[in-house]
């Protein structure tokens, strides 16, 4: 698979475990330069985050993400996404995260190009 570019590309919350903080209200914006993936994302429970992450084999995402919750708490954790690249071209992203702060909990969201 050729590097995927994610870069402009915006993703909502389709499912995520109950201990996240993202959800349908949460807005993801993307920017790629060669294997170099960022975010701000915000809406929902979280009032601002970012993530940095680099491209794998495969087009997933290893990455890390902080964000301050709509309790002004800082958190902060580790994620590795699978990429699925739908029928009409559109990314989904089949994501495993670890809280590292203030959180040690793990859980499973999917996130999708709109």
Not at 18 to 23: E, H, R
Not at 86 to 97: A, F, I, M
């Given at each position: 698979?050729?590097?995927?570019?994610?870069?402009?590309?915006?993703?909502?919350?389709?499912?995520?475990?109950?201990?996240?903080?993202?959800?349908?209200?949460?807005?993801?914006?993307?920017?790629?330069?060669?294997?170099?993936v960022?975010?701000?994302?915000?809406?929902?429970?979280?009032?601002?985050?970012?993530?940095?992450?680099?491209?794998?084999?495969?087009?997933?995402?290893?990455?890390?993400?902080?964000?301050?919750?709509?309790?002004?708490?800082?958190?902060?954790?580790?994620?590795?996404?699978?990429?699925?690249?739908l029928?009409?071209?559109?990314?989904?992203?089949?994501?495993?995260?670890?809280?590292?702060?203030?959180?040690?909990?793990?859980?499973?969201?999917?996130?999708?190009?709109?």
């Amino acid at each position: 698979m050729a590097t995927p570019n994610y870069d402009g590309r915006k993703f909502r919350v389709l499912s995520n475990t109950d201990n996240g903080d993202s959800g349908p209200g949460t807005v993801f914006k993307y920017r790629q330069n060669g294997d170099t993936v960022w975010a701000t994302y915000e809406g929902g429970d979280v009032a601002f985050g970012t993530l940095l992450a680099r491209v794998r084999p495969g087009g997933g995402l290893s990455m890390r993400y902080q964000h301050l919750n709509r309790k002004r708490e800082f958190c902060c954790g580790m994620c590795e996404s699978e990429l699925e690249v739908l029928p009409d071209g559109r990314y989904r992203l089949h994501e495993r995260w670890q809280w590292t702060e203030p959180l040690t909990s793990a859980g499973q969201s999917t996130i999708e190009e709109f």
